[in-house]
């Protein structure tokens, strides 16, 4: 593994290690296995919890659809490996869109399981993602693009 491949200005060990798919599975498990402190299910919680893992599902589904498009990697453990830079699609909408849907995602289980506890976990995953996948992603990109990514960074925000 080369010293790119990894964020310039990061040298944590958790940086781009953990491939965020896994990370989902982990937060889900933790809001799953969290105990029924709290419960907060109001009469459409799963009318709720549905609609926001749709939304999920699709930015998800969307945002490997475009990479698929685009003939670059999906791998988010490889930024470097990128061969394009996608801004079309959902990517216009937001940076992230894989990352947002995975969001969506637990915050849709955890609004169908209405604990508490477990929709505070969704803030705790989106801060993990924030720094140790999405800031050496972003200078990965820079690196690799860069007037176009700041470009592009400027138009387009990095969740919503």
Do not use: H
């Amino acid at each position: 593994m080369t010293f790119q491949s990894r964020s310039q200005t990061d040298s944590s060990l958790l940086a781009l290690r953990v491939p965020p798919v896994a990370l989902f599975a982990v937060f889900a498990a933790a809001m799953w296995l969290l105990p029924d402190i709290l419960v907060t299910k109001f009469p459409a919680s799963w009318t709720a919890a549905s609609l926001l893992a749709i939304l999920g599902g699709g930015f998800c589904i969307a945002g490997v659809r475009a990479f698929q498009r685009a003939q670059t990697t999906v791998s988010p453990t490889t930024p470097a490996a990128s061969t394009s830079l996608v801004v079309s699609g959902v990517y216009r909408m937001t940076r992230n869109p894989m990352y947002l849907g995975f969001a969506l995602l637990l915050l849709g289980f955890a609004t169908g399981l209405g604990k508490l506890s477990a929709l505070l976990l969704v803030p705790l995953f989106m801060a993990y993602l924030q720094r140790f996948q999405i800031r050496p992603e972003e200078e990965a990109l820079q690196a690799q693009f860069g007037a176009s990514f700041d470009t592009y960074r400027q138009q387009v925000r990095r969740w919503l």
